[in-house]
């Protein structure tokens, strides 16, 4: 997309959605096209994922401490190496 003649050339993503345009009868006069921009939403779910991994792999390298990660109800939502080797029970036998 380029927003001004003359300007830079921007990548976007765009969410289409197709809807004939019908008459009374039934007969399709023509199509509606409505998009929706995207792309802010799906660089931020990247950045997301990007930065569930990297804590995922700071937390399993940690092997000298337990770290041990609950929800706001107290089940465990993520538990370490370090926690599996100082308390003997695999992340599997906790969460939840």
């Given amino acids: 997309v380029q927003a001004e003649p ?4 921007e990548r ?11 008459g009374a009868d039934g007969t399709v006069s023509g199509i509606f096209v409505q998009g929706l921009d995207i792309t802010d939403r799906i660089g931020l779910e ?7 991994v990297r804590n995922r792999q700071i937390l ?3 092997m000298d401490y337990a ?5 706001l109800h107290g ?4 538990w ?6 100082i308390l003997g029970w695999s992340e599997a036998e906790m969460l939840g």
């Fill in 67 to 71: 770290i041990i990660a609950t929800d």
């Fill in 80 to 85: 370490n190496e370090g926690a599996q080797r």
């Fill in 46 to 52: 990247r950045a997301v994922r990007e930065a569930e």
């Fill in 60 to 62: 399993d390298s940690v």
């Fill in 75 to 78: 089940l465990v939502t993520s």
């Fill in 6 to 9: 003359g300007g830079p050339v």
């Fill in 12 to 22: 976007r993503l765009l969410d289409l959605v197709y809807q004939p345009i019908a």
